[in-house]
């Protein structure tokens, strides 16, 4: 069974906050102005680092840079390639790798 883990963005001190997620849901709900909410997809990159909604990806090396979303139910990478189709996931787990997060990097993007 996947960890069900969240981590928060804090809009004004620009920093990404990793707390147990009845911590996490208390913040959010008394601050939500405040926060945006991000969720653990279960997987972790090729170097062991979890991955969340809202990284940077580097699906394979030679593609383009992609981001996680969570859209219709799932997690998916988003990226430019194939006219903004998405990629899945069992194509690549293996070759998979953070770069970055929108928040603190949409340069990459």
């Known amino acids: 069974m996947k960890d069900i883990k969240f981590r928060m963005w804090h809009i004004e001190l620009k920093d990404l906050i990793y707390r147990p997620n009845f911590e996490v849901f208390e913040l959010v709900d008394r601050y ?10 279960g997987l972790k990159d090729k170097n062991g680092k979890e991955i969340y909604e809202g990284d940077i990806v580097k699906p394979y ?11 219709g139910g799932c997690f998916r990478i988003a990226t430019k390639r194939k006219n903004n189709n998405y990629l899945f996931w069992n194509y690549m787990k ?14 990459l993007l």
């Open 94 to 107: 293996s070759e998979i790798e953070i770069i970055g997060n929108i928040h603190e990097n949409k340069d």
């Open 32 to 41: 939500p102005h405040m926060y945006i909410l991000e969720q653990f997809t």
């Open 61 to 71: 090396p030679e593609d383009d840079n992609a981001q996680i979303i969570f859209i």
